[in-house]
T-cell receptor
Framework: GENVEQHPSTLSVQEGDSAVIKCTYSDSASNYFPWYKQELGKGPQLIIDIRSNVGEKKDQRIAVTLNKTAKHFSLHITETQPEDSAVYFCAAWGYQKVTFGIGTKLQVIP | DGGITQSPKYLFRKEGQNVTLSCEQNLNHDAMYWYRQDPGQGLRLIYYSQIVNDFQKGDIAEGYSVSREKKESFPLTVTSAQKNPTAFYLC???????????FGQGTRLTVV
């Protein structure tokens, strides 16, 4: 089955700096890679996603890059703000189901 | 409003009792999922269902059971056979494979 590794597990940045979270996956057939943000006590919400026919996708301060050859994808948040503080999960769709990384706790320090 | 609803938000049970967590969606999604979340372990798949009256075991199905009698409902029963049931449980739905999954707000189960 699919295996998704995510790092770092925790990340602290100063407000205004950039944050990068990296994930690798094992199943070369995976072709859909969503990223979720989870605030304390709530369910995860999709913030951006990318499909395997695209190398990069951007939505305002958030961008995702995908390297299919290396089987890794990354989330980039620029100009971080305190409200970006949350747990972020990467995920990869393998055969019939999605597998999540263990999550990255991002803390943005004002 | 369309969405996915889990109830209750907090649930307490005594050890040895079965308990059922509710998950309802009005998004007309075919697929539904149950995840368990523990600190430092991310989201682990318990069961999933891609169509009514059919479901599959996930990675940690032991001690759990589900049913999918209606498209909009996918209840999860935590049985007394589950050795460590205290956790945060998340239900999700999606239109199909390789599509965005929408999550409920979760149920925090505490077994004492």
């Amino acid at each position: 089955g699919e295996n998704v590794e995510q790092h770092p597990s925790t990340l602290s940045v100063q407000e205004g700096d950039s944050a990068v979270i990296k994930c690798t996956y094992s199943d070369s057939a995976s072709n859909y890679f969503p990223w979720y943000k989870q605030e304390l006590g709530k369910g995860p919400q999709l913030i951006i996603d990318i499909r395997s026919n695209v190398g990069e996708k951007k939505d305002q301060r958030i961008a995702v890059t995908l390297n299919k050859t290396a089987k890794h994808f990354s989330l980039h948040i620029t100009e971080t703000q305190p409200e970006d503080s949350a747990v972020y999960f990467c995920a990869a769709w393998g055969y019939q189901k999605v597998t999540f990384g263990i999550g990255t706790k991002l803390q943005v320090i004002p | 409003d369309g969405g996915i609803t889990q109830s209750p938000k907090y649930l307490f049970r005594k050890e040895g009792q079965n308990v059922t967590l509710s998950c309802e969606q009005n998004l007309n999604h075919d697929a539904m999922y149950w995840y368990r979340q523990d600190p430092g372990q991310g989201l682990r798949l318990i069961y999933y269902s891609q169509i009514v009256n059919d479901f599959q075991k996930g990675d940690i199905a032991e001690g759990y059971s589900v049913s999918r009698e209606k498209k909009e409902s996918f209840p999860l029963t935590v049985t007394s056979a589950q050795k460590n049931p205290t956790a945060f449980y998340l239900c999700a739905s999606s239109p199909g494979l390789n599509t965005e999954a929408f999550f409920g707000q979760g149920t925090r189960l505490t077994v004492v």
